[in-house]
């Protein structure tokens, strides 16, 4: 999940008391790294657990940062900036027992986690971005957990149409392949993929708070 580095402090509470608290709350691992993605003024937090308390608890940050807008200049993060020195600093994908990613083409920025640039940039699960050649559009895939494909989907695809239809961004849903997980695949300019993960999270959240 990605912020405005000056909504860093709106999270971490004084002393680190809304960090602590929020752990204990949804029984999540959570940490928001010290330095900013590279070339970027986002931050990345790091939301470890059980898909629903990640869900409950990223609801909770969006909540909250409606109260705390971004000061100074917005620098969304392009993962084509991805630095292997530092990537331990900023919390980015490293190479490790969760498999390899191919180096050019985007990063996976961390488990259980997505970036939703600048609104401030909030997210949902676990995302891969692709640079796509000779154009400015990108695309981006969002892992869910396969109960909340049909929040996603609508009824009768409603909802997901109505994301592509507002957010200008192609969204599919891949079809179910015995995972516990879904893939979702957004196509786009940067805002329109930030649109789209903003309704998208929008829809999980509204779910779960009449669940």
Known sequence: MLIHQSQAGCVI????NKLKEMRQDFGVDMKVYSQCCPRSSERIILVIGKPRDVCKCIAAVID???????????????????DEQAVRDYGGFQDDDRGRRDRGRGRRLS???????GLPSVSGLSSLT????????TSQQVSIPS?????????GGQNIRQIRIDSGADVEL??????????????????????????????????????
Request: charged content about 20%.
């Open 111 to 117: 488990e259980r986690s997505s970036s939703l640039g």
């Open 174 to 211: 891949s079809d179910p392949a015995g995972s516990s997980d879904r893939i979702i695949t957004i196509t786009g300019t940067l805002d329109q993929i930030q649109n789209a993960q903003y309704l998208l999270q929008m829809s999980v959240k509204q779910h779960l708070a009449r669940n």
């Open 147 to 155: 109960e909340l494909a049909g929040v996603i989907i609508g009824k």
């Open 13 to 16: 509470g004084k002393a680190g």
């Open 130 to 137: 692709t640079l796509l050649g000779g154009g400015r559009k």
């Open 64 to 82: 909250m940062l409606k109260t705390w807008p971004p000061r100074g200049q917005n620098v969304p993060y392009d993962p084509i900036n991805y």
